[in-house]
């Protein structure tokens, strides 16, 4: 198939990716068969790129990801700006679908950083959307009608129809969503008023979906059943280009209305269409939902046979969404890297970019000066630099002098302070204690005895947990601590550590999962290593809510290893996570469930990894979580 029109082609394209929002124009077969036009520019081809990746976003997060990643490493390479926000962007809702809404935040933060430096209102609007999903996703209403409605009234002073329609729509939907159905109403209704007069069909067929689960509230069936049905007529004119998710839950509702008058005939054949809708395309986790469906309708017909079915069918394809979430999630960490490298060579681009305008600035001034000028400034410039760089050498000298006195005076009143309070504490429980054991032994029940002896058992694990800490840290500060190098084997350490932080984490209600890709070996100090692992663990647990998630993952790229841990749990302040690694400035915080602390354990993970020759970074977001990662320099290359 030729592209005689190439040009008119790839500007649509273009004109999909400034509007952000499925095109329905040409399939993922035709795009793929575009990107390989050897008549493609550079920029063509990312706009190609990113049009790929968002079409399969919600079909094949893998190979969504890997156009993303092609299209932002090509923009980085052309220095193609609009090309890497919007490659950002892509990745953002990857990383959300995926439920890392902390990195999904992270790239949306950066396309906004790239709009707002190059004053693009149309860029940054389309930014809101996606932080309005974001919000979705997390529940968070509050802030999904915010944003939505900051992206609305973006728009409108932009006087851009299309884009009006469309973040009408997405307001609608967070109101129905915040309960506020009138306003979810009205703005539905403008929705659909102007994507029917530009005849933007998928955007029309989700603002009828909504529309059908208003009246669907209202208990309003007939009316309802006139919009889902439409969703379903847009969505055969479609094909596959149609609104997959509006598709399937209007089957789904149409099914579950039928309910209500018993029409059992119309109930079954909505939900045949919506699981041969799923398998068409592919649609794994919508069919979840279907086969679901399924097992209630049959088990209201008591044909348990049918019912055995798809139970059997739930439980095979839930399995395999599990094995495939790991995969998405081990491919999403392993893009992290290369990805950081992408930003580290962008960044290294606009430096140069700016050294390149300067040196050709002062080379066209050094023109207009006559050469007994410049050797005379030049003399001059020299004797000053001379004098200036000898006070700064004092300035600096004395500054350094102040600043040592400062930490060793600061350094000091911590480690006092840790003594006199939270070691204390435990030590006063046990005074207490023990004058109760003796003047009140008669008047206190075998029950209490035991509650009693539990609290004081746990308040001296961390008094013990604190001792160890102050005293190992006292050694590291008189440098009489020795390191032990030897081969580290990753993976047995990892696994054994977590096996044991399974027990904390469980009774927590806290998921603790680890995954160790290769065979990571590296040479340093296995008590220093194991340290570290554990006390970040133990940290990450104890900063997680009951139902959240840690993660531990080891992954080996060439020499490099990186350890890294990451939590759903609250969170910090960027200013407190600046100063997680400073003795004079960490201060230990109870956990999520009172859990104590004396904040010395990350000052000496931090110490201990220097110590290695291996770098920690933490990445937090307060709500959201955080995540801590070591690098460390394996010595050898993986075969």
């Known amino acids: 198939m030729k592209y005689p029109c190439l040009g008119i082609k790839v500007c649509y394209l273009l004109f999909i990716m400034l509007n952000a929002f499925p095109a329905g124009a040409q399939s993922v077969q035709e795009l793929q068969h575009l990107i390989s036009q050897p008549e493609l520019t550079e920029k063509e081809k990312i706009n190609t790129l990113y049009t790929l990746s968002r079409e399969l976003t919600y079909v094949d997060n893998i190979k969504s990801l890997e156009y993303a990643e092609e299209a932002l490493q090509l923009a980085t390479e052309v220095n193609y700006i609009d090309g890497i926000a919007y490659s950002y962007r892509i990745l953002s809702s990857i990383y959300a679908l995926n439920d890392n809404y902390f990195m ?85 209704r403008l929705a659909i008023k102007i994507n029917d007069s530009i005849l933007n069909l998928p955007v029309l067929s989700s603002c009828y979906k909504v529309m059908g689960l208003i009246k669907e509230n209202e208990k309003q069936l007939d009316s309802a059943s006139y919009y889902f049905n439409k969703v379903i007529k847009i969505s055969n004119e479609l094909g596959d280009n149609a609104q997959k998710v509006a598709t399937v839950e209007a089957m789904i509702h149409l099914a579950t209305m039928a309910k209500s008058p018993k029409k059992y005939n119309l109930e079954l054949k909505y939900l045949q269409q919506a699981e041969a809708f799923c398998e ?254 554990r006390n970040l663990i133990n940290n990450a647990i104890k900063f997680t809510p009951r139902k959240g998630i840690v993660n531990v993952s080891v992954t080996q790229i060439s020499n490099q290893i990186k350890i890294v841990v990451s939590d759903t749990g609250v969170g910090m302040s960027s200013e407190f996570s600046e100063n997680l690694f400073s003795i004079q400035k960490t201060k230990g915080i109870p956990g999520t469930e009172g859990e104590k602390g004396s904040g010395l354990g990350l000052v000496l993970s931090s110490e201990f990894v220097k110590r290695n020759n291996g770098d920690i970074h933490v990445v937090s977001q307060e709500a959201i979580g955080t995540t801590i990662t070591v690098s460390f320099s394996s010595g050898r290359k993986t075969a």
């Open 104 to 188: 999904s935040m992270e790239y949306i933060q950066k396309a906004i950083d790239i709009f707002e430096n190059r004053d693009d209102a149309i860029g940054i609007a389309n930014c809101y959307i996606s932080l309005g999903h974001i919000y979705r996703s997390l529940n968070n209403h509050e802030q999904e009608i915010k944003y939505h409605n900051k992206s609305f009234e973006a728009f409108n002073r932009q006087g851009i129809t299309e884009r009006i329609g469309v973040s009408a729509h997405n307001l609608g939907e967070s109101y129905y969503n915040n309960k506020e159905f009138a306003k979810a109403e009205n703005l539905t």
């Open 280 to 533: 068409k395309f592919n649609l794994k986790k919508l069919l979840l939902k279907v086969y679901h469906e399924m097992q209630t309708f049959y088990l209201n017909q008591n044909k348990l046979g049918e019912v055995r079915f798809y139970l059997n069918a739930y439980d095979e394809l839930a399995g395999d969404l599990q094995r495939v979430q790991l995969e998405d999630r081990n491919r999403l960490t392993e893009s992290m890297t290369s990805i950081h490298q992408l930003n580290k060579r962008t960044d290294k681009l606009h430096k140069e970019n700016a050294a390149q305008a300067s040196t050709i600035f002062y080379r066209n001034i050094s023109l207009y000066i006559t050469s007994f000028f410049l050797i005379a400034l030049f003399v001059v410039l020299r004797k000053l630099k001379h004098i200036n760089r000898e006070l700064k050498s004092q300035n600096d000298t004395i500054n350094e002098q102040k600043s040592e006195l400062q930490k060793l005076n600061a350094t000091k009143n911590k480690f006092f302070s840790i003594v006199a309070h939270d070691l204390r504490s435990p030590l006063a429980s046990l005074k207490s204690f023990s004058s109760v054991l003796v003047e009140d032994i008669d008047f206190i029940s075998q029950e209490e005895i035991q509650s009693m002896g539990k609290k004081l058992n746990t308040s001296l694990d961390n008094t013990l947990k604190m001792a160890d800490n102050l005293i190992i840290w006292a050694q590291s500060q008189m440098n009489i601590i020795e390191d032990k190098k030897e081969n580290i084997n990753l993976r047995e350490v990892v696994n054994e550590i977590c096996e044991i932080f399974k027990v904390i984490a469980n009774n927590k209600e806290v998921r603790l999962i680890a995954s160790v890709m290769g065979d990571p070996h590296f040479i340093g100090d296995k008590d220093q290593v194991e340290f570290v692992i």
